[in-house]
């Protein structure tokens, strides 16, 4: 019934005097993700080949389904070599039926059997940036700075790790040369995608530009008494920061430069200040980091812009008032790179004498740094401490006074933190009730989840 409609249809527009060009009409109808005219029988081949798809690694090529991706339809398309009288160019469907009327109309039977049906292939253009924007993972790859270290009595500067160039997927790009692959040749199995280079921002081949050579500051802790976990936390932390250069003006944060701190990344469970009690956590001991890093950062007139205390005074950060505590992501050590040039932070470990070192180097040493203090203004009779401390730089050249920087600490009584092997979780016999009440109100808290844990 359809079909005699049609012929009706085309029949009016005769009468009416209207020209009608169907062929061209369905030429319009393909778009620029068309992939080419195949036969009907080889569309199968096409449907179960694997591509592969990779950017500057050709031996980790991402598989890529064609199949999960493509449109097509079936035409009728002439082909004076071509010669059958089976071919099924009556069975219409609502897709192509005007143009099976039209062919029907214009042609003799002669010239009915020289059409052939073929498949016309389409690339689903959406679904496939969906898939490479979901390959980014694989393929992009952050660029990494170089690491450089000074030899202290020569100031030689030399490579301590190699700068890598990072790379990045572009999306729309490589669509469209995936595009261009499989229009050009789908017999090639493996095609390149579009990735754009990141450069490193500090880069091993300028090593002479950055003209790091002059000591600009010096930190220095001891951590006599350690445990051989906690410094073996210390000295993996160290490795985060030894060598690592920064821009001028740059802002240096400890724990984004720390990044995870847990077993997976090297570390060992020792004992941390957590939730108002001492206890064992990966990564104890790290706080020797980033209070030395603290001490240089005052003494080499860094302007420093986030500084947080101990809870309680611990004698690997004495004097009290020169600590500085940190955990990811906060609280967090922070100081601008205030120097005309590139900052080089060194780090160095005396395991003999339990000392460690951090220097940083620069182009030229421009301040004189006062430190006043620490000083202790105050101690309370329950064992709480105060401090302040006093930051001035100037100008080396001038004399005139740049900034001053005042820090001050509070610290509670280190009773108040003990370790969960120090906190009774239940009413001894020979206490009172004003013992116990006084007892739960400071570890109530604590006593729960342990409790619960248990």
């Not at 999960?68 to 099924?88: G, K, L, Q, S, T």
């Not at 010239?111 to 496939?128: D, P, Q, Y």
């Not at 947080?308 to 600590?323: E, F, I, K, R, W």
């Not at 820090?407 to 009172?432: G, M, Q």
């Amino acid at each position: 019934m359809k079909k005699y409609l049609g012929y009706l249809f085309l029949l009016s527009l005769l009468i009416f005097g209207y020209s009608v060009n169907i062929s061209s009409a369905f030429e319009n109808k393909l778009d620029a993700n068309k992939i080419g005219l195949l036969k009907t029988k080889n569309l199968q081949n096409i449907l179960e080949k694997t591509f592969y798809l990779f950017g500057l690694d050709k031996e980790n090529a991402i598989p890529f389904y064609l199949k999960n991706f493509i449109n097509w339809d079936h035409e009728m398309i002439y082909d004076p070599n071509y010669y059958a009288e089976i071919e099924n160019i009556y069975l219409f469907d609502n897709k192509n039926l005007l143009k099976n009327i039209h062919l029907d109309l214009t042609q003799n039977y002669e010239e009915k059997l020289h059409f052939k049906k073929s498949s016309n292939i389409f690339l689903k253009e959406n679904e496939i940036k969906d898939f490479l924007q979901s390959i980014t993972k694989d393929i992009n790859q952050k660029s990494t700075d170089a690491r450089f270290k000074i030899d202290k009595d020569t100031k030689k500067i030399t490579i301590l790790k190699k700068s890598q160039v990072g790379t990045e997927l572009q999306v729309d790009e490589s669509f469209d040369k995936i595009r261009k692959n499989l229009v050009e040749s789908l017999e090639n199995s493996y095609i390149l995608l579009s990735v754009s280079e990141i450069t490193p921002e500090i880069n091993s081949q300028e090593i002479k530009d950055y003209e790091i050579k002059e000591l600009v500051g010096s930190g220095k802790s001891d951590f006599t008494g350690s445990s051989s976990t906690r410094i073996h936390n210390i000295k993996t932390a160290a490795k985060r920061f030894d060598g690592l250069v920064l821009k001028p003006k740059d802002e240096f944060s400890f724990t984004t430069i720390l990044g995870e701190v847990d077993e997976s990344t090297g570390y060992k469970e020792e004992l941390v200040i957590k939730k108002n009690q001492t206890v064992p956590e990966f990564g104890g001991g790290i706080c020797q980091i980033s209070t030395t890093m603290f001490r240089v950062a005052l003494n080499s007139g860094m302007e420093i812009t986030e500084r947080h205390n101990h809870s309680y005074p611990v004698h690997y950060y004495d004097p009290p008032g020169t600590d500085a505590t940190v955990y990811v992501p906060q609280p967090d050590l922070k100081f601008k790179n205030n120097t005309n040039g590139y900052l080089l932070i060194q780090t160095d470990i005396d395991e003999g004498n339990k000392k460690f070192y951090i220097d940083f180097y620069s182009k030229e040493d421009l301040f004189d740094v006062e430190i006043i203090g620490p000083e202790i203004i105050e101690r309370t009779s329950e064992g709480k401490l105060r401090t302040t401390l006093k930051q001035i730089v100037k100008d080396k050249k001038t004399g005139k006074e740049i900034f001053q920087n005042v820090f001050n600490s509070f610290y509670d009584n280190p009773a108040n933190y003990p370790s969960p092997d120090d906190i009774i979780l239940e009413k001894p016999k020979d206490w009172s009730n004003k013992q116990w009440d006084e007892h739960y109100a400071k570890f109530g808290a604590i006593i729960e989840e342990m409790k619960k844990a248990n």
